[in-house]
T-cell receptor, first 112, second 113 residues
Framework: SQQGEEDPQALSIQEGENATMNCSYKTSINNLQWYRQNSGRGLVHLILIRSNEREKHSGRLRVTLDTSKKSSSLLITASRAADTASYFCATDLSGSARQLTFGSGTQLTVLP | KAGVTQTPRYLIKTRGQQVTLSCSPISGHRSVSWYQQTPGQGLQFLFEYFSETQRNKGNFPGRFSGRQFSNSRSEMNVSTLELGDSALYLC????????????FGPGTRLTVL
């Protein structure tokens, strides 16, 4: 079963705009990660945020984590057509990152 | 470093057959995990191996099995294939640290006819 739900399921924006995706999860976590997947290929790790962190940045990515609401958001600023992909949040219940539980994903389309 | 490699990339089998998928982790990574991705169930954890031992197992029937070799390469086997086993099977490797990231391979697309 999936740990989390992502919202929205699909998002379509113009190049240059910002994209925000949300992830909610059910149980306490040690950390939460975001991955990107291009059209049925492997997953690419984007960013990891620990349960004691509230916000983290990496390039054009900004991730927030609210453990009281059991939710996280991923913001991609100044989006590009190459950002078109599915984005998944993954929670690590064990703390050892050996078994990730993935959300349902958000399909982002960035129109040129 | 070379990334995680998976072979074959595509596979077509018929119901009742068995299949073996292979995964070579990043050099130095001793933990290998397997995931199944389907449109209906999404990404689901199958099992994880470390030092040739299965440490974690997801909620899958016994038809799904795996093993890891001394060089950390891993294989997963699905016996008596069913149509519902059609999926993208992803392998991921990581180092031993507690917060190390899992690095995923490109996956093997299995189609069961």
């Amino acid at each position: 079963s999936q740990q989390g739900e992502e919202d929205p399921q699909a998002l379509s924006i113009q190049e240059g705009e910002n994209a925000t995706m949300n992830c909610s999860y059910k149980t306490s976590i040690n950390n939460l990660q975001w991955y990107r997947q291009n059209s049925g290929r492997g997953l690419v790790h984007l960013i990891l945020i620990r349960s004691n962190e509230r916000e983290k940045h990496s390039g054009r990515l900004r991730v927030t984590l609210d453990t009281s609401k059991k939710s996280s958001s991923l913001l991609i600023t100044a989006s590009r057509a190459a950002d078109t992909a599915s984005y998944f949040c993954a929670t690590d219940l064990s703390g050892s990152a050996r078994q990730l539980t993935f959300g349902s994903g958000t399909q982002l389309t960035v129109l040129p | 470093k070379a990334g995680v490699t998976q072979t074959p990339r595509y596979l077509i089998k018929t119901r009742g057959q068995q299949v073996t998928l292979s995964c070579s982790p990043i050099s130095g990574h001793r933990s290998v995990s397997w995931y199944q991705q389907t449109p209906g169930q999404g990404l689901q954890f199958l099992f994880e191996y470390f030092s040739e031992t299965q440490r974690n197992k997801g909620n899958f029937p016994g038809r799904f099995s795996g093993r890891q070799f001394s060089n950390s390469r891993s294989e997963m086997n699905v016996s008596t294939l069913e149509l519902g086993d059609s999926a993208l099977y992803l392998c991921a490797s990581k180092q031993q640290g507690s917060t190390d990231t899992q690095y995923f391979g490109p996956g093997t697309r299995l189609t069961v006819l």
